[in-house]
């Protein structure tokens, strides 16, 4: 009986102590279920803080990135809207040329767009090659000519011989624009907030972060309201 006894109280024993380590893991299980929960909502956060951007960064953007001079490319990335780069309109982005060949045309040029547009040669003939348009879509958006829609490409007159495009006019469509506010989002997206000196109306922006410089993601009017 002394045997059974202590067979008993040690088997009463053990059962206390198992019901001791399960309590025991079962605390452990959710204090470390707690931390990976509690870290991954941080990390999540930490994913969709905005950063608003410094003045020295909008004064950055406003004196350097845009702006300095009628010939900004950057300027004129914001002269249509466009969800994506793909959509932007190549009319309104050109219209001025790029600095490139706007100034060579030849006589010969000049005599077959005259063919088609008597005035020609009395106004201003903006050129530009398929190679440059190119060659700014992919420095700007990283996307190139024939990967886009080629959205307005139908408005200039083009010339099979010389693979140029031409736009015939006596105006301008450059806009000065001032930023007035900016975040950067998670990763390297930048949202910048602008207005223009000959429109009425807020833009925003939408930049991505490269190592050498940004590629132009969207740019759409804010309705008001939003």
């Known amino acids: 009986m002394i045997w059974i006894s202590s067979w008993r109280e040690c088997w009463s024993v053990l059962k206390k102590e198992d019901r001791t380590l399960m309590k025991k893991r079962k605390l452990l299980f959710i204090v470390l279920m707690g931390y990976i929960l509690i870290f991954s909502g941080c990390r999540a956060s930490s994913e969709n803080l905005s950063e608003p951007l410094s003045d020295k960064e909008i004064r950055m953007f406003n004196e350097t990135f845009f702006n300095g001079s009628t010939d900004n490319m950057n300027n004129q990335m914001l002269a249509s809207e466009y969800d994506q780069p793909a959509n932007i309109d190549l009319f309104q982005l050109f219209y001025n040329g790029n600095g490139g060949a706007a100034g060579q045309v030849s006589e010969e040029e000049v005599a077959l767009l005259t063919d088609s547009y008597s005035e020609a040669p009395v106004l201003d003939i903006v050129k530009v090659t398929a190679e440059e348009m190119n060659a700014v879509l992919v420095e700007k958006t990283g996307v190139q000519l024939e990967e886009t829609q080629q959205k307005g490409l139908g408005n200039f007159y083009y010339?099979?011989?010389?693979?140029?495009?031409?736009?015939?006019?006596?105006?301008?469509?450059?806009?000065?624009?001032?930023?007035?506010?900016?975040?950067?989002?998670?990763?390297?997206?930048?949202?910048?907030?602008?207005?223009?000196?000959?429109?009425?109306?807020?833009?925003?922006?939408?930049?991505?972060?490269?190592?050498?410089?940004?590629?132009?993601?969207?740019?759409?009017?804010?309705?008001?309201?939003?």
């Open 159 to 226: 010339l099979e011989q010389y693979d140029s495009f031409y736009n015939i006019a006596g105006d301008t469509n450059f806009n000065w624009c001032t930023v007035t506010s900016g975040v950067r989002q998670s990763g390297r997206e930048l949202i910048l907030e602008y207005t223009k000196e000959n429109e009425d109306g807020q833009w925003r922006v939408v930049l991505e972060e490269t190592d050498d410089g940004y590629l132009f993601v969207s740019n759409t009017k804010i309705e008001q309201g939003h």
